[in-house]
């Protein structure tokens, strides 16, 4: 990296032939600094002895010129000439995270695309039966103009023009928000299962369907004797880690976009079919309600509670943001804000289409589990072409494997981030692929060991629900610190407490469908 070089008119001191140079230290060029995985988020270098002795030799010195080193970004604020002598830490260069930083808007698009449609989206009609048309639509409406609102505010809230900080993942953003303590506490659990629940939901999606397409290619006549549900499970695992290899989020940038279309593809077929086929015999629209009071509210509570776990992807905004460069003059919040809006206005048309659509449909019928893609083959599968069923499956399965990437590379980055900050090297190339294979096929483990997993999803759920409709509200309030009582200030206290007050609500509705209902514990017999 280029040093702090001052213009003089007097002979250079020759350097002594004892002192070795600094080596240099490989960081992006020319962008705002991330914090450090340490306490502080800037490496003071020690003081260097040649500087001190070129300061004892006399000369007659012109004005001085300083020029800002490429490591830094000039900045606008009070504190750039403290900022002169810093350097960033080099750990940053080495995470998958923030290891490449060239991407741009149709990457953030693409990335955005890819967390935000999932196989929950196919779940939502069931919603539609216990709220009915009215609130289904009011409430589907609601959440997604509250998810899209603290989205932005993630995104803001993504750097500083004041400090020159960019908090490039969700848990440096919470710390310097809440307090080290107080976000590992808070936030760190919801993140991690936000992450790791979901890679291991998506072996359990992809191989559960990767088994349908089999059925459906082979058809009803087939003689071939078929893997069970465990090695249906390793098949697509095995895909999963062999795709995993792939260095840094920018380089999974084509990944998400084959994900992105195959989502909207599966979706728009699910809803098209579904509704060009006509509604069922004997639907009913009228909302199903339970036999006690107590029953109505909780199945109120876990309506509404689907309909927020639709919208997912928030704990990976700041990490797709921090792949894009970033300067005072192009902001990274720009381009990310512009491929936020493409792909939400993209997942608008795919959800609302489907929910609505679904519930027309299939009414009261629609299964529980699974939703759509079961009500397809369970009502569907006789009137559509077989070419159609297994393309739809076969969608279904390339999302998942998409999905995975961009879920785990959080993970992949955090446990890089502990051999970096214990060797203080980046992973060689072999330590990358154990370390990646050893969270795919963990994660392989829980899905086939734990099944039922699935049935306290929304417990632990409603616990991740302030990771996406509360945190930012509060994060904005304590970084930009608007005016006490001005309308931003009462909005986001009322969103921030609304949020937090609503996954209490969904722990508690959680905790009472598995005490009402209970659940089919059976460890190791995936179906």
Not at 428 to 447: D, E, H, N, P, S
Request: with cysteine; glycine share 8%.
């Amino acid at each position: 990296m280029a040093e702090v070089d001052e213009v003089s008119s007097a002979p250079i001191t020759p350097r002594r032939a004892s002192v070795a140079p600094s080596p240099p230290i490989s960081c992006p060029p020319s962008q705002y600094h991330s914090p450090s995985l340490t306490r502080s988020p800037l490496l003071i270098p020690p003081v260097d002895h040649e500087v001190t002795v070129a300061a004892k030799t006399p000369t007659v010195k012109t004005p001085n010129r300083i020029r800002t080193p490429r490591f830094i970004t000039p900045l606008g604020s009070p504190i750039r000439k403290a900022l002169h002598l810093t350097k960033l830490d080099p750990r940053d260069a080495w995470l998958p995270i923030t290891e490449s930083r060239n991407g741009n808007a149709f990457y953030a698009a693409f990335h955005c695309l890819c967390s935000g449609i999932g196989i929950q989206a196919l779940i939502l009609p069931v919603a539609f039966t216990i709220l009915g048309w009215s609130w289904g639509v009011i409430c589907l409406t609601l959440a997604f103009v509250w998810q899209l609102y603290t989205l932005y505010l993630l995104v803001q809230l993504h750097e500083s023009s004041e400090t020159g900080i960019r908090y490039s993942r969700y848990m440096q953003l919470s710390a310097a928000t809440f307090g080290e303590k107080l976000a590992n506490l808070l936030a760190l659990f919801p993140i991690m299962y936000l992450s790791g629940g979901t890679c291991v939901a998506v072996i359990v999606i992809g191989g559960s369907t990767s088994k349908m397409l089999f059925q459906t290619v082979c058809g009803p006549n087939c003689t071939a004797h078929p893997l069970t549900a465990t090695e249906w499970y390793l098949v697509f695992t095995c895909l999963a880690v062999l795709l995993s290899q792939l260095p840094n989020l920018n380089s999974i940038a084509g990944v998400s976009l084959i994900g992105a279309i195959t989502a909207v593809g599966y979706c728009t077929i699910i809803w098209v079919v579904s509704v060009s086929e006509g509604r069922l015999p004997n639907v009913s629209y009228n909302p199903v309600r339970g036999k006690t009071q107590i029953a109505r509210v909780f199945d109120v509570l876990n309506a509404l509670g689907i309909i927020a776990f639709a919208f997912r992807g928030h704990n990976l905004i700041l990490e797709i943001q921090a792949t894009m460069p970033s300067s005072e003059k192009h902001p990274s919040r720009v381009p990310m804000w512009k491929g936020v809006k493409v792909a939400y206005l993209i997942i608008a048309m795919c959800l609302f289409p489907l929910a609505i659509g679904g519930y027309w449909a299939y009414g009261h019928l629609i299964p529980a589990n699974g939703g759509m893609l079961t009500a397809l083959y369970q009502f569907r599968a006789k009137d559509m072409s077989r070419f159609l069923l297994g393309m739809t499956s076969f969608f279904v399965i390339i999302n998942a494997l998409s999905s995975f990437q961009i879920y785990a590379m959080q993970m992949f980055d955090d446990m890089e981030s502990k051999v970096t900050t214990r060797l203080k090297k980046p992973c060689t190339w072999w330590q990358r692929v154990i370390l990646r294979a050893m969270f795919g096929y963990g994660c392989f483990f829980v899905a086939v060991a734990i099944p039922f997993l699935g049935s306290v999803a929304g417990l632990v759920g409603g616990i991740a629900l302030p990771v996406t409709l509360a945190y930012p509200c509060f994060m904005w309030l304590k970084i930009k610190k608007p005016k006490s009582y001005s309308p931003a200030w009462w909005l986001n206290w009322g969103l921030g407490v609304l949020g937090m007050g609503l996954s209490g609500l969904l722990i508690a509705a959680g905790i009472y469908v598995v005490i009402d209902t209970g659940i089919e514990v059976s460890f190791f017999k995936p179906h």
